[in-house]
């Protein structure tokens, strides 16, 4: 019998406490099998958030760190800085990323670092239950925007592959989605695009992912992606904002 | 090996690389930034890495990564610095992570000032994050004591799986005395691939984390740091004892910068007929304890007067080590003041006299 599916050699046998719906363990999948495509399994190194992916260190077969909230870019660069070998990435969610790691995630980009970042943006703080975060997208209630996010007095929602991209630092910034199976597939090859040019020594890299919090949204699993696509989508435009290739023409 | 005359901030870097410690991360602030301009110059030379972090948060968070990954890494920092690398403290402790932090103290709280003090004293000892956990603390009074402790700190870290924290003030940070590289024998880092997260080849994966959900587990871990830091205390406990063999009436005791003024105090005092001794605790986490409560004990023994640059932080730890038995005197200097050997000298007579010895 052939073997169409299955675990990804990457990932332990344990079963995630993800909620339904939500894409934390597809992203988790897609960086396992480029884990396993580019059989850098036994020298990857990655770093904990904190937020609900905060526990993938238990579904990732790699040897993983726990980083403090929003410290795992600065984190990575201690390990990649001393042993150069590994391939060293954080996984990160968008307060952890785009509100309290703010400092360490442009000072990482802006050294090259040479690591790659998975940052999972899903408009909300999914773990602490639901509250604003620096992506919540402009009237979108939340339980500390309950009347909605009012831009007049918190701003705009946080562009962080925008933002990463005014950089002058050569580097591959892309920010793709997971809200349909052709957006999986296409966040894949982004994910994979980005494990490469750390492995070839090329550069910084950072995948940015929208994502869906089912829960904290108040939507079904279903409804999010509909959302996801219909409020993130025109805000957060998809593509490949920076590449190497381009910097160093 | 012949002595070099050498500023304390770049001999402490020095020191970390004849310990065999090749990774720095730093953020630059006064008195102590000839660190990091030291090792800037000098790390690449034997191929070490040294990167200028974006604050103290990331310098120490760069640690955190570097020596989860198994190398040996420093970082240092003034007060203020220090207050931000809190948060790495507390987490590297947490992981069991070895690693060494150097604090030149400077005068606080909020920006204070950049001259000298001992104001950081309970947050060093006490642990400036949350959390049950301690550091190691090592206060090195002369240029050569803090690259011996230097070089000891590495091995001593990795014995407890521990930070430990190098502590001094600007004076020991900027002035210059000859110092020997060879006076202790630096060692080699033993093996890391049981524990450190340097990619899973041929074994079982690493895991490097703080986390337990499961409070029985976490108080279990608690439990284990508290035998780790009651260890500390029968094995590796520090002081020096200045004066103290013939019966003296009064001990003073002070630690680095102000030991060494106190004693030049007692060595004039010594030759009015005064028996004064001095007990300085070099760790200061552990605490030498049970040296200062036998000393209380002492019949001979009529006070204890504790100089430091703070309002008295280990004043708490003398009166706790001593019980109190006999009377504790107090005097400071502090907002950068370094006391001066003619007004310790008049307390420590008035000391004298007060306790009736
Ligand atoms: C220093 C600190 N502040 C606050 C928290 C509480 N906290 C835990 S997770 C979290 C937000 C996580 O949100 P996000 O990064 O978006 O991840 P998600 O759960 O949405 O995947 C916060 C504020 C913490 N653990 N540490
Ligand atoms: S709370 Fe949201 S982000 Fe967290 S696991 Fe549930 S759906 Fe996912
Ligand atoms: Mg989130």
Redesign the pocket.
């Known amino acids: 019998m052939k073997t169409i599916f299955e675990r990804p050699d990457s990932m332990t046998e344990k079963v995630t406490h993800y909620c339904p719906g939500c894409t934390h363990g597809v992203a988790h999948r897609l960086v396992a099998e480029v884990v396993d495509e580019l059989g850098i399994k036994d020298r990857t190194v990655g770093f904990a958030p904190v ?2 992916s905060v526990l993938i260190y238990e579904y990732m077969d790699t040897d993983y760190q726990q980083a403090a909230h929003g410290r795992a870019p600065a984190c990575a660069t201690g390990t990649k800085r001393v042993r150069p070998d590994l391939m060293v990435y954080t996984y990160q ?3 952890d990323l785009a509100s309290i790691g703010t400092a360490e995630i442009i000072h990482a980009a802006n050294r090259g670092e040479k690591i790659t970042v998975v940052f ?7 773990m602490t239950g639901g509250q604003m ?1 620096p992506t919540t997208m402009p009237g979108q209630r939340t339980t500390t925007s309950p009347m909605g996010r009012d831009t007049g007095s918190v701003g705009f929602p946080v562009r962080v592959s925008e933002m990463l991209s005014t950089l002058a630092t050569p580097m591959y910034v892309v920010r793709a989605s997971l809200h349909s199976p052709y957006n999986i597939i296409q966040a894949k090859k982004a994910v994979r695009k980005a494990f490469q040019y750390q492995l070839d020594g090329t550069c910084f890299s950072f995948v940015e992912l929208l994502s869906t ?1 089912p829960t904290n949204w108040g939507i079904t699993p279903t409804g999010s992606n509909k959302w996801l696509e219909e409020n993130m989508l025109p805000y957060y435009p998809l593509g490949v904002f920076r590449t190497p290739e381009d910097d160093l023409k | 090996m012949a002595k070099l005359l050498m500023k304390g901030a770049e001999a402490i870097g020095e020191a970390a690389i004849r310990a065999g410690c090749l990774a720095y991360f730093a953020y630059p602030i006064t008195p102590q930034s000839e660190v990091a301009e030291y090792l800037a110059k000098r790390l690449p030379e034997v191929g070490g890495t040294f990167v200028q972090a974006e604050s103290e948060v990331a310098a120490s968070q760069m640690v955190y990564g570097a020596a989860g990954a198994g190398v040996r890494v420093f970082t240092s920092s003034s007060s203020p610095g220090v207050s931000l690398m809190a948060e790495a403290m507390s987490y590297m402790s947490g992981s069991e992570l070895p690693a060494v932090f150097v604090n030149i103290v400077r005068a606080g709280p909020g920006l204070g000032g950049i001259l000298p003090s001992q104001s950081d004293y309970n947050q060093a000892t006490r642990g400036a994050g949350h959390g049950d956990y301690h550091f190691m603390i090592l206060a090195p009074a002369t240029v050569q004591e803090l690259v011996d402790w230097m070089i000891k700190a590495f091995p001593l870290s990795e014995k407890y799986m521990n930070p430990v924290m190098i502590m001094g003030d600007g004076l020991i940070a900027q002035m210059m005395e000859p110092v020997d590289f060879d006076s202790v024998k630096a060692e080699d880092i033993i093996e890391v691939e049981s524990w450190a997260t340097t990619g899973a080849k041929g074994r079982k994966r690493n895991l490097i984390n703080s986390l337990f959900l499961d409070p029985l587990k976490l108080e279990e871990f608690n439990h284990k740091l508290a035998a780790k830091y009651q260890r500390m205390a029968e094995e590796d406990v520090y002081y020096e004892k200045y004066l103290m063999d013939d019966e003296p009436a009064l001990i003073a005791v002070a630690y680095g910068t102000t030991a060494r003024i106190v004693k030049t105090a007692i060595d004039v005092l010594r030759a009015e007929g005064m028996k004064i001794g001095l007990f300085r605790p070099i760790s200061l986490f552990p605490f030498p304890k049970v040296e200062l409560r036998e000393e209380s004990a002492k019949d001979h023994v009529r006070g204890f007067s504790v100089v430091e640059m703070s309002n008295g932080q280990m004043l708490d730890d003398v009166k706790w080590a001593t019980l109190e038995r006999k009377p504790v005197g107090f005097f400071s200097r502090n907002g950068g003041i370094v006391p001066n050997p003619e007004e310790t000298i008049d307390f420590l007579r008035k000391e004298y006299e007060r306790t009736g010895a």
């Open positions: 937020g609900c969610g968008d307060g999972i943006n899903n408009a909300i703080y999914g975060a919090c």
